[in-house]
C-alpha cells in the first residue's frame, strides 16, 4: 500500500491520461496579450473622456493614445493569431451573437476607429468637435471591449474559462482599469493622474475581490489558477496589484516615481493576470481531470435529484 | 438566426432555416461489436483525402493516432483493462473467473477486457462548435449534420476549445480546421458515408436519427437481457447537455474510459447568462471610470 | 479472425447476434478474443493436446454422434495386428525407421477383406509395390509429399474397404484403437502441456458437445495458428476427428474452416504454385515412378469414388495442354509434363541456392527476404544465383537485399561480391487487371478491372502469355525433341484493349467438349481426348458459355444458400459432403438441422444446395461387387472423394507423420514433452545447414516462447501496407508484446526497446507491456511468450528489423510448412550493430550449447 499522507487525488478514469478537450490553438503572446490590450484600451477610452470633459489635458492625450493603441495593438494580435489572416475579413461578414468572437469585432472595429480618430485629432488637433464625438463614440464601446474577452474565452468548453464565466468579466474589468490607470499614471503629471490613480486602485480592488470568489466558488477548476506556471502567474499579479494599488492610495499623489514605479507595475499586473487567466484555461484543457471530475459530480448530484 | 441555445429540439434543419429537408441523418456506433479493424479510419480518409496522422507508436494499446483530430476523422478507441479478479495462483496475473463473473462483460476473457470503439464528430443538436464560428463557415446542413467549409473558415480556432468533445481541430501547416463531414458529399448523392461502409460488424450504423434512437434503445435492452449490464447508451438522450448528438454511441464502459466527457454540455448553454455577467462588469468597469473622476480634484 | 479476417468475421458477429457462442484459442487475447464468448489462452505449439483432450472427452463420456460415427467414419474399420500404436512405442507409431526419419504406413492398412477377391488381391500387391517404392531410395520425401498434398480433394486411394465391426467393439476397430490413444489426453494433462485450467476445459468441452449432435452443430475457424507447425497438419487432423465424432462435418452451422491467406490462396492450390501437384490436385508425375501416364494414374484409377475416374480429369488437362498435339497415341503428350526428383519445396530450393544448384528464380507475388522463415538463409540464397527476377508492386527488401538487407549491415554479405542479376518489374495490381480469386469456401469470385495499371505495370497473365510466346518465337523451327513441349503447347488467347483475356482462360480451365462448347460439369469428361479441362474440379464455372464466377446476386434476394453469388467447386456445392446432412436412411437428422436429403418419390437427392452425391443413388444402395468409380459408392458412403466413402477418424494412409496425431512439441521448447518420451515429431522435416541452427529444447538460455502473427493494419511481409500511409499511421513500429510478468522479470519498459535472440540472429522491436500476453502456468513450470508481429523490413514508410530472422526453418512432413513458433531470449535494450551483432549472437549459440555440427537437431534428443 502507498503512503495516503497526502489529500488522496480525485479518482477518475480516462484513456490513457490523454486530455478529452482539444488545446485551445489560440497563440501565446497573441491572445493573453489581446486580452490585455482590450482591457487597457476600454479603461483608457473611458479615462480619456473624463479627462475630456474634466479638462485635464495630459491625461486626456495619454488616454487617447493608450486607447487607440491598445485597440490598434490588439488588432494587430488578433488578426496574427488567424489561421488564415488573410481571412480576417470573413469575420465581418455576419454578425453572430452567438459567438463572442463575432461580436467582438462588431465592438473592436468601430472602438478601434473611433478611438484612432479622437486620439488623431487630439494629436493633430485637427477636426476637435468630431474628434470628441469620436471619443465619446469610443468611451460607449469602452466597457464592452474590456470585458467581452471574458465572454471570448467562457463560451468554450474549456473548464478554468467556463466555469469562471461569471467572475472573469468582473476580473477582466478589474484588470483593464488597472492597466488603464496605470498606464496613465506612468506618462501623466501627478497632478493630472487624480482619476488615473483612482482607477488604478478601483480596478485592483474590484479584480482582487473577482478573482477571490471565482477561485472559491469554481471548485476543484480552481486549481489550475493556483498551480503551476499560471498559479505563479495569478498570485505574482495578485501580489503587484495589491502592492502597487497600495502604494497608489498611499502615496502616489505625492511621488512622481511612486507613480510611475506603481503605474508600471499595475500594468504589469494586468498583463500577467491575463497571461495566467489565459494559461490556467490551457492547463485545464491538458488534464482530463477538469473534464471528468467535475461532470461526474454534477451527474451525481442530478441522479441524486432525480432518486429524490 | 433562431437557433435556440439549449434544451429539446426535434428538428435541427427545420431550426437552422431549412423548409423543406430530409430527415435528420446520423451514426449509431455500437462499440459492443466493434473488432478494431480500423476500416473504418481507413475508409474515412480514402474517402475525404485526409492526410496521414503521423508515425509514431504511442504504446495506448493498438491505437497509434491517439485522437479525433484535423486529420484523424474516424478514431478508434483500444482500452486495455484489466479485470479486479481475485486469483488462487499467487503471481499469475488474472486468470480463471470465479463464478458468475463471466457473462458481466461482452468481452470473452475474464482476466482482462479489451474495448474496441470508433469515435467520430457527434454532430450534435446545439453544436457550439457551430455557435461560436464568427464567420459562417460551419454550417448545418439539411441533414441536420454541422459541417465546415474549408473556403470560408478564417482559422480562428474558436470552434476547437469550443466544442465539448474535443473534436474539430485546427491543421497546423494549414491553419484551417477539419472534422467529419458525415460525408457531405456522399449524403447528397444518396451514399452511405465511408465509414459506415466499410465498417465489416455493422458497429457504425448510418441512417435516420430517430430510427437509430430506436434501434439503439433496443440493442441496449438486449444486450441487457443477456446479462450484460455494463452496456449503456452515449448522447442518444435527446434532453442531454447538447440536446443530443446526431452520431451516439453504445458503450461498454463509463464514456471518460473511452475518453469521452461523461456530461457534455453545449458551452452556449449559459451563453445569456455570460453576455448579462459581461454587461454588468462593463458597467461596473464605467462605473469605476466615473467614479474616478468624481470627489476631490487632485 | 477479427484480426486477419475481419470481413469474414461480420459473419461471426452475426452468429453471436443469433446466440452462437464463441470460443477462441489463442496463446494471446486479441481483437477476436475481445468480442469472443470466451477466450483460452494456450501454450503456442500445444494444440493437439487439447484438442485431443476434447476428443478424450468426448470418447469417455460416450458424447459422440454414434449413429452417424458409425454409418459415415471408418470407426468401425479394422486396422491390421501389426499396428503398434504411440501407447506401446512411446511417442511412435508403428512403422518409423530412425535412420532416414521417415514412416512406412503399411502396418496403418485396414485388415482386408475376410475374403479377397482376385482384384483386391492384385491391388493389395500393387499397394505393398508402391509403399515399398516410396520408403526406399532418395525420392522418399517428394513422393510422401506429392502424395498428402495431392488429396487436398479427397483422401489417399485405399485398395478396399476393409473389414468393418459396426459393434465397434472389436478391439482392432479404429473407434477402440482412437480410445485407447488419446485415454492420456486429460484436462490435467491438458493444464500441464497447454496452461489451461481443468475448469475452463470444462467449460469448453460442454459447450462444444452440447452444441453437436441432431439439432445443433458446431463449426471450427482456423488459419496458421495450427497450419504453421512442425506437427500443422496433424492439429488440423485432431478437429477433423472431433467434428467427425460430434457429426459435424457435412452438415449446415458444422466443418472446419480454413481461414485462407491471400485473397487466392485457395485458388493458387486448386490451380498450383506448388511444386509436388497439378490442377485439381493431380500428383505430379515423378521422374523414376511414372514413366507411362498408365503408372501416373494407377494410385487411384478405378477405385471407389470420384477419384476413380482420374484418368478422364489427367487426359482432360493434357488435352488443355496441348490442344490437337495430345493424342491417344502419344499418351495425350504426357511424355512432356515436367517431373519433379525429389523434394522441390522452397525451403529445400533455398538451400539449394546456397549450396549453388539453383541458380535462377522467379519471386512473384512474394517477398521471402521478409517472409520467409529464416529471412538470412533466404537472403544468402538469392545472393547466390545468377539472376533473380522479381515482378512486384514495390521495390521490396528481397529486390534490394543485395545493397541494404542485414548482411550487409553485419559484413556477412558484401555488395561487390554478389553476383546476381536482379531484374525488377512493376506488377499490375488485383484492381488493375481483371481475374478470379478462390476464396476459402472455395469460392470463384470474378473482379473486373478498375483502373488501368500505371506505367510500365503489366498483369501475371499478359507477362507470363509474352513471356511464352517470345520463348517460342525464340524456338521457332527447332527440331530439338527438347523444345517439343513449348512449341506444342496450345497458347493462343482472344487479348481486348491489348490485354489477354482473362475470361478466356477460365473457359479453358473450365473445358471444353468435343463440340468445342463449355463443359458443364466434371462428370461429362471423357479419359479418350475427346474433352479437354483445365482444372477438373473447376469444370463448371463456365457452364453454358457463361462466367458463372460473376454472379453477383445479393443474399437478400436469395435464399439462405446464396447459389447464386460467385460460383464453389466442385459443381457450385457450398458444403462438401453434404449427404451427410441427412441420416443414413436418407431423412433429415432434424428439421432444424434440414439440407439435402432423399425424395424417394423423385427418386433423387434434392435441398436448397446442390447435393454432394449421385443424384439418383438410393440410400440403401449396395453397389455391386467390382463396380468402379462413382459406381461403387454406396448409399450411404457420403465421403464420395475417399475411396471407402468414409471419412477418416484414422487415416490409413496419405499421412507422412502418424495414422492418428499426438502431441509433440515444436522442435524448440522450453518444456519436456509430458506426454511421451519422444520429444519431436519425429517425422518432422528438417533443414540442415549452419545457417537454420536451432535452440536446444529446455535450454535456459532461451528461455521463453515466442509466436508470430499477424496485424490487422499490415499485409505479411508488408510491401503492400508499410509503402501506405493510411496503413502505416495505424501500427508505425515493430514491436513486441510481452506479458507484466515476463517483463519484470528481465527489466523490459513499456515503449521501450527490446532485443530478442534465437541461434538465428538479433532483432529489436518497442516493448508493450500488456495482459493480453499471459503467463502461463504448466505445472510447477511458468512459460512466457512474446508475441511478434512478422511485418516489418527494411524498406517502405515504416522500417524495421524482420521477426521472420529469428525464426527457424522447421517443417511439418506433409506439407513443409514452416513453424511459426520458437524459443527465444528477451533483453531490454537495443541490439548490437555491424559485427557485433554475429559475436552476439555467436556467444549465445555457445552459452546454448548449439552443435554446429547438426545444427537442425538443436541438441534435444
Ligand atoms: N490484416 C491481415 N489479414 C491477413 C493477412 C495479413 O497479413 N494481414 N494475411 C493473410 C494470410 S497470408 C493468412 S495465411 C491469414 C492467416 O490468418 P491467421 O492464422 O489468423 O493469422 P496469424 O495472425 O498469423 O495467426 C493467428 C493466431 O494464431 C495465434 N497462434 C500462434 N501460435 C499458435 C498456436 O500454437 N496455437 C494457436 N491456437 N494459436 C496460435 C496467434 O497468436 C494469432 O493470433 O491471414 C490473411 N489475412
Ligand atoms: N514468422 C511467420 N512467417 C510467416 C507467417 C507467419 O505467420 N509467421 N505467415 C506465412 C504466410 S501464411 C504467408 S502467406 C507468407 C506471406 O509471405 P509473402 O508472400 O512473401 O509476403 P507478401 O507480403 O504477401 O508478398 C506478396 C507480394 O506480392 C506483391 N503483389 C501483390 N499483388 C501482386 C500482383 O498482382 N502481382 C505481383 N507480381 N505481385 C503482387 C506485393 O507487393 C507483395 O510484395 O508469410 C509467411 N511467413
Ligand atoms: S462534436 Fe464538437 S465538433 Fe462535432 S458538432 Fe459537436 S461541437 Fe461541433
Ligand atoms: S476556425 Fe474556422 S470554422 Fe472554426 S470558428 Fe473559426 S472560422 Fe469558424
Ligand atoms: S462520415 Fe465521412 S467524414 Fe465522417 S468519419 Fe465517416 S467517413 Fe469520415
Ligand atoms: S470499421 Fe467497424 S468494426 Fe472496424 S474499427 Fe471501425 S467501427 Fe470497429
Ligand atoms: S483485405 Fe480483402 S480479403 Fe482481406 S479481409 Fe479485407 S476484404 Fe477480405
Ligand atoms: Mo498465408
Redesign the pocket.
Known sequence: MREQSMVPEPEFESYYGRQILKTPTWKTPDVPLYLFLGGMAGGSALLAEGAALSYRPDLERVARLAAAGGAAAGTVALVHDLGRPERFLNMLRVLKPTSPLSVGSFILAPFSALSGAAALSNLTGRLPRLGRLAGAGAAVFAGPLATYTAALVGNTAVPAWHEAYRELPFVFAGSGATAAGGLAMVFTPVAQAGPARRMAVGGAALEIAAAEVLLTRVGMVAEPYQQGRPGRLMRTARALTAVAAGATALAGHRSRTVSVLSGAACVTASVLTRFGVFEAGIASARDPKYVVVPQRERLRQRQAAEAH | MTNSLWGRLDDVAGDAGYDDHPPRMGFFTDTSVCIGCKACEVACKEWNQVPDDGYLLTGMSYDNTGALGASTWRHVAFVEKSLDVSTVDLGLPAMGPPEGQGQATESGDNGIRWLMSSDVCKHCTHAACLDVCPTGALFRTEFGTVVVQPDVCNGCGYCVPACPYGVIDQRKEDGRVFKCTLCYDRLKDGETPACAQACPTESIQYGEVSELRQRAANRVHELHEKGVDVARLYGADPDDGVGGDGAFFLLLDEPEVYGLPPDPVVTTRDLGSMWRHVGAAAATLVGIGVASFVGRRR | MAEAHPVGFQWVMEAKKRGATVIHVDPRFTRTSAVADVHVPIRAGSDIAFLGALVNHVLSNDLDFREYVVAYTNAANVITESYEDTEDLDGLFSGFDPETGIYDPVTWRYDPPEEMNAEERERAGELEQEERESTAGDHQQSHQAARSESHGSGGAPVSWKGRRDETLQHPRCVFQILKRHFARYTPEMVEEVCGIKPDQFREVAEALTSNSGRDRTTAFCYA?GWAHHSVGAQMIRTASILQLLLGNIGRPGGGIMAL???AS?QGSTDIPTLFNILPGYLPMPHADQHASLDEWVRGDEGKAGFWGNVRSYAVSLLKAYWGDAATADNDFCYDYLPRVTGDHSTYTTVKGMIEGSCKGYFLVGENPAVGSANGKMQRLGMANLDWLVVRDLQMIESATFWKDGPEIETGELVTEDIGTEVFFLPAASHVEKAGSFTQTQRMLQWRDKAVDPPGDCRSELDFYYELGQRIRDKLAGSTDEMDRPLLDLAWDYPAHDGEVDGQAVLREINGTGPDGAALSAYTELKPDGSTSCGCWIYCGVYADEVNQARRRKPHWEQDHVASEWGWVWPANRRILYNRASAAPDGTPWSERKKYVWWDAEQGKWVGSDVPDFVADRAPDHVPEDGAKGPDAIGGQDPFVMQTDGKAWLFAPLGLADGPMPAHYEPPESPVHNPLYGQQNNPARRKLDHPSNPINPSWSEVFPYVFTTYRLTEHH?AGAMSRTLPYLTELQPEPFCEVSPRLAAERGLEHGGWATIVTARTAIEARVLVTERLRSLRLGEQFVEQVGLPYHWGGNGISRGDSANDLVNVTMDPNVYIQDKVGTCDIRPGRRPRGRDLTAYVEDYRRRAGVDMEHPEEGGAE
Do not use: A, D, L, S
Open positions: 496458421v485462407r491467406g491471400h490462396i505479411t
